[in-house]
């Protein structure tokens, strides 16, 4: 179970790795047992799984007021599924590339603040979609805002890469491209599968 104190504190650290501090990585609980956890803080991501699927049903046509956005299983599935996806696809592509490597050991962290900025990122993309399903911002206002906040997970999701697997700049870079380019992969199986 995540503790409240963990919460703040591994959000703190996001925000240090968001602002490039050498001693972000000083806030997570870098264990075995903070692992676990830091996979069970997506939990905090169901706010923004919530747009998503009210964002999906609106390209769709469909009500999204009140619980109707529960109303179809099936999208719902659908699209949980690829959030999940979406949170996770990184760590799992790195646990493949890693598995027997010299940096095997820096798994753990490297996975403890991807998850993280993971949790981080997902909520900040879905301030700007709430906000225009509730018509509160123009479409090219959220399009601006998404694009800003996605450069600032990229870059968390570098400079992490960066300290946690203490790799070159060039190689930070790339990994968080990886993570780019699957959630682009993701992204797509989700239209496909939604029509």
Known sequence: MVTVEEVGRSLRGTAALVSRQPDALSAFDISREGLVRSFAAFAFTIPALVVTVALERRGLGLDIEGLAVFDRPALLCVVAA?????????????????????????YAAFAIATNWIAVFGSLALAAPAALFLMGLEPRGLVALLTLAFGAIVLEAQWFAAKVTLGVSSALAGAVALLGLSLQVVIHGVLRTAIG
């Open 82 to 106: 690829a959030h999940l996806a979406s949170l996770a696809a990184l760590q799992v592509a790195m646990a493949y590339a890693l598995r027997r490597g010299p940096l095997a050991p820096r």
